[in-house]
């Protein structure tokens, strides 16, 4: 089979890497992809997720057997719906069920209705209406843009000026365009935070080892929420107990309550949650992998993702295997002043003597023969090893011994596993 994802990051990388190892699998293309994703074979096709119909056209006369999308925004934009009108199989979402991630307002509603476990909450248009609510709650409290904001439009305030602050420029300054022109207003949740991603098609749910993100910029979750600044999985202080109640509570009634309200999913449904003393409590829904949960979630799966997925796309049961025993740890490195505004073009560190390490790439371009750096997330370094320890041991040995002049990491990805 000759394959096409859909988008330019480090969780298409890996997913490009990890469909490549497939022997079902001759050709893996990737548009747009990144510079930093020939070295392993990956064909780059050089159209934008945005150009549904050329996009149509490249899989037609190419031979694509099916396409997978990566990001959010042609999903909501309705690439599945295109591609499907157009005879092609692919795997992901319709624009209808990517609704529970492109509006926090859909995803809570859908919630309370089948009674999935997560946050109070009130959604406003209107500042003073959210104000007075702020303030009659008290803080801490969770200030969220409705639509689409690359993850960073969440802001937990922990007072009052805050979180007017972040209504005001939500509401009035329209800080994240029409995003944030509605916004959902949550109840803090406290305890640790894990990712569970499942294979999901209409009601039937494969679920995926769990990850934990770290979505804060600076070391001890301080600073500013990003997309995500490192991630391991599995995460071993998440019982077994919580994630089959995860299973069970949240993401198999999600399937069903998509099924009931008439827009079906079938994609990668990735639910962000907080285990409670009173149990899991989702505070996200996506509607694809995370990134960076991919890159350490993928290297755990021992079975074929391109036979799992083709067998999804064609009414068979998909086996879904794992290592035992192992664990995968993986550090972004980011450029300076992400996830504000960033310099550009740091070049790259060659990391091709380091064999105990696998680099994905995400904002790179090739200038001068030297991959540089070009956008916010640039790359993420990441170890297999038996304990979560070593892994995480390689990981930071590697970052220590090349030059990352230009950009920045965070050090203490994993520390809340120990
Ligand atoms: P989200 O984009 O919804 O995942 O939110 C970004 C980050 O904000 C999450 O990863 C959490 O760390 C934090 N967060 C979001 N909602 C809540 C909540 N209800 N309680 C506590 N923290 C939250
Ligand atoms: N790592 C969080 C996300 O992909 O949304």
Not at 385 to 405: D, I, N, R
Request: with cysteine; glycine share 10%; proline share 5%.
């Amino acid at each position: 089979m000759k394959l096409l994802v859909i988008g330019s990051g480090g969780r298409e990388h890996a997913l490009c890497k990890k469909l490549l190892a497939s022997p079902l699998v001759s050709a893996v293309y990737c548009a747009p992809g990144n510079d930093g994703m020939k070295n392993d074979g990956i064909l780059l096709v050089p159209l934008a997720e945005s150009q549904h119909q050329q996009l149509i056209a490249f899989a037609k006369t190419t031979g694509i057997a099916w396409t997978f999308v990566g990001p959010e925004v042609p999903l909501l934009a309705g690439i599945v719906n295109d591609f499907q009108k157009a005879g092609l199989k692919i795997y992901g979402p319709t624009k209808e069920a990517a609704l529970i991630e492109g509006s926090k307002d859909f995803a809570k509603s859908l919630m309370v209705k089948y009674q999935i476990p997560t946050a109070d909450y009130q959604t406003f248009t209107d500042l003073k209406q959210a104000q007075a609510y702020v303030a009659a709650k008290g803080c801490p409290i969770v200030i969220k843009a409705d639509g689409l904001a690359a993850g960073k439009g969440v802001v937990v305030a922990t007072d009052l000026p805050m979180a007017n602050r972040a209504l005001e420029e939500m509401l009035q300054g329209q800080k994240f365009g029409v995003s944030g022109a509605r916004v959902v207003v949550e109840e803090f949740l406290a305890g640790e935070e894990f990712s569970l991603l499942a294979f999901v098609r209409n009601e039937e749910v494969y679920p995926m080892i769990v990850a934990q993100d770290h979505k804060r910029a600076y070391d001890h979750d301080l600073g500013p929420n990003t997309g995500g600044m490192g991630a391991y999985a599995p995460v071993p202080q998440i019982s077994q107990e919580m994630v089959a109640t995860a299973v069970a509570t949240v993401l198999q009634p999600a399937a069903e309550g998509m099924v009931a309200e008439g827009c079906p999913f079938t994609g990668i449904l990735y639910a962000g949650l907080i285990a409670t003393p009173k149990g899991p409590k989702v505070i996200e829904f996506n509607a694809r992998f995370g990134d960076p949960e991919t890159q350490v979630v993928l290297p755990q799966m021992t079975a074929d993702l391109a036979q799992v997925i083709d067998d999804l796309l064609n009414d068979q049961t998909p086996t879904i295997t794992w290592r035992e025993n192992s664990y995968t740890l993986g550090v972004v490195v980011a450029s300076l002043g992400y996830p504000g505004a960033y310099t550009k073009g740091a070049i790259l560190p060659d990391f091709s003597g380091f064999e105990e390490v696998e680099v994905t790439y995400a904002g790179v371009k090739k200038v001068a023969g030297h991959l540089t750096a070009d956008g916010g997330r640039v790359y993420l370094v990441a170890a297999t090893a038996e304990s979560l320890a070593v892994a995480q041991e390689k990981v930071y040995q590697a970052l220590a011994a090349v030059k990352t002049t230009g950009t920045f990491y965070r050090h203490d990805i994993g520390a809340k596993a120990f």
